[in-house]
């Protein structure tokens, strides 16, 4: 795993709001590891360097908006010479439970038009991804995805975020099927 991506839309406008789930889990696993995010203009994205266990990683959050994500993941993984299966995608998902956590080695978006536009652009799915539960919400799929968390919902964001962060350091250290076995239970271990 070279490439860490966490999805979401530019802007202060979209900030907390559940479509950027995957964005802030890669801001929080900048500041755990004390990296600052720094702007790349030809790559389209907020890039840093950590190193996680023995590893050097790339973590990156696109500031394209989520529709054309992969536009900034195709441009992060020529630049840094990654094949699809040394990427790993974080993105919100309205298929599972608030804070429910879902990785998977490779297939299809579920729907999700983020992971639709990488699958595009590299013309593959096989890369790696992390799915973050944001709930259904109801008929407006839009509205609930582009919608902040309520207060009763904001707790268990938060841990959401932070086991996401775990999973991505499990998924580095300890390889996919593994952190899958951890964290693709309903409740977290403790």
Known sequence: ????VGLGNPGEEYRGTRH????EVIELLAEKRGVTLKRKWRLRCWVGKVRIGDTAVIIA???TFMNLSGNAVASLARWYRCEPHELLVASDDINLDLGRLRIRAGGSSGGHKGLDSIIAALGSDTFPRLRI???KGGDDRVGHVLGGFSAAERA???MARERAAEAIEAIIMTGLGVAMNRYNTREPEA
């Open 156 to 158: 268990e964001a938060c």
């Open 20 to 23: 950027n789930i995957g964005a």
């Open 1 to 4: 795993m070279k490439l860490v």
């Open 133 to 135: 539960g944001v709930g």
């Open 61 to 63: 959050r696109p500031r």
